[in-house]
């Protein structure tokens, strides 16, 4: 988290309420400039449940859920955002549903919208279907599904953390927690709790509503004409990455094999599952084909100006 004072109190006491009150809650603090750090110190102080890490700088969001993950360790693990509610019963759901379902790496509930003032907006209803007994059908239907309707609640469940451990860490890129999640198919189901227990929330600050910041700012034909690939932006993620020439798409499909290749599958699973990826591309080779020629401009335009061309993955 990163200066998230306005909802981080709220959030966490709705954690430290939980029914399943044997847990540990690490409150990794991301160099934040406001009173983020004074909320987190309090808690600590009063809970002896609660481990508050402090970043000397900026680590980005996904350096910096990641060393939450390092510092947690137990047999589960969920990770949460500053402005998110749950349930009391959320935990208690979650560890007997992994409990029952020897299967299941992963356990969610239904998620309910709210507002900045955490006023009901709606409960979402869409999810991947991620069921099957094979590894690369769970793996496809989750690559398959719609990302207009899916919310990707599913990062924010509890997390058998031997079966993170072999997928993560998170990277530092623009649907980094889709392609986690895919890899988690690999390993096991994803059981859907029917109740509605977790609670996310719409706010203009959120990363999904920042204005992509590729190539120049707006001010690229191809970005005006053809859009900029996924958002936030790579340097949203990895301030180092700004002016630099990225390929977000291509990208994608390189960790997608990635997570494919750290998996224990079988042969048969394996080559499958890199037939899913190989056919997504295919048919999404106009994105890729956007990569190339929003890069082409970028490079066409240092040069013009006289700058060198910085290349970055």
């Known amino acids: 988290m990163r200066n998230g004072e306005t909802t981080l109190e709220e959030t966490v006491q709705s954690i430290l309420k939980q029914t399943y009150e ?24 009063r809970d002896e449940r609660v481990l508050y890490l402090r970043q000397a700088r900026n680590l980005g969001p996904a350096a910096n ?15 949460a955002a500053a402005d998110d509610l749950y349930e009391p019963t959320y935990l208690e759901a979650c560890v007997q549903a992994l409990s029952e379902h020897p299967d299941a790496v992963l356990a969610y509930p239904r998620t309910r919208i709210i507002g900045p003032d955490s006023e ?25 599904v719609d990302q207009r309707r899916h919310l990707g609640a599913e990062i924010f469940g509890l997390i058998r953390h031997r079966a993170l451990c ?84 291509w990208r994608l499909f390189r960790e997608y094999a990635a997570v494919v290749d750290r998996a224990p599958l079988s042969s048969a699973e394996r080559r499958a599952a890199r037939s899913t990826i190989a056919g997504i591309a295919a048919k999404h080779g106009h994105k890729l084909a956007r990569d190339v020629l929003i890069n082409a401009e970028f490079g066409l335009r240092k040069a013009m100006a006289g700058g060198g061309s910085a290349l970055a993955d």
Request: charged fraction near 20%; proline fraction near 6%.
């Open 22 to 45: 044997d847990f540990h809650l690490v409150l990794s603090d991301n160099a934040s400039t406001d009173c983020t750090e004074e909320v987190c110190r309090g808690f600590a102080a």
């Open 65 to 79: 859920f990641n060393a939450a993950e390092q510092a947690a360790g137990g047999e589960f693990f969920k990770w």
């Open 120 to 144: 009901w907006l709606h409960d979402h209803e869409y999810e991947a279907d991620v069921t099957h007994p094979r590894p690369s059908v769970r793996f496809r239907n989750y690559l398959l």
């Open 166 to 249: 072999i997928v993560g860490p998170q990277g530092a890129f623009a649907r980094a927690d889709h392609v986690l999640c895919a890899g988690l198919t690999l390993m096991g189901t994803f059981h859907l709790i029917p109740e509605t227990l977790f609670q996310n929330r719409e706010h203009p600050g959120r990363s999904l509503r920042t204005t992509p910041s590729r190539g120049f700012r707006g001010r690229s034909l191809s970005v005006s004409k053809l859009g900029s690939g996924p958002i936030p932006a790579d340097d949203w993620w990895d301030a180092s990455k700004q002016g630099k020439v990225v390929w977000p798409e």
